[in-house]
């Protein structure tokens, strides 16, 4: 299983970035997807998710910013952020995650992180 993130960057306070995350070796459309971030020095923290079935949920600090996205066709997953701010510096990963009826667990994989850095 990989999941491949990229897409971040150096960005000026009030620009877009979009970030992408490209999976393979799982069937996609079945797991719900989500962007974490962990900036230096804090915990990490969930930023938004997307169900299989389209429903998205979005941490406080970034309601009405940030919006995700899938495509399944493509397997991928995407955060388009917008009117960033310096605090929304953080390297940013997603994560893959399933609910396995059989063994009554999750099954979860997360990708490598992409740097995104808002400079003020």
């Known amino acids: 299983v990989l999941l491949q993130a990229y897409g971040g960057g150096l960005v000026q306070a009030g620009g877009s970035l979009r970030l992408s995350c490209a999976a393979s070796?799982?069937?996609?459309?079945?797991?719900?997807m989500r962007w974490y971030r962990q900036a230096s020095g804090k915990q990490r923290e969930l930023v938004a998710s997307i169900t299989s079935g389209g429903t998205t949920y979005y941490g406080d600090s970034v309601k009405g910013r940030f919006t995700i996205s899938r495509d399944n066709a493509k397997n991928t997953v995407y955060l388009q952020m917008s009117s960033l701010k310096p605090e929304d510096t953080a390297v940013y990963y997603c994560?893959?995650?399933?609910?396995?009826?059989?063994?009554?667990?999750?099954?979860?994989?997360w990708g490598q992180g992409t740097q995104v850095t808002v400079s003020s």
């Open positions: 070796g799982i069937i996609f459309s079945t797991y719900v």
């Open positions: 994560f893959a995650e399933i609910w396995d009826i059989a063994y009554k667990r999750s099954v979860d994989y």
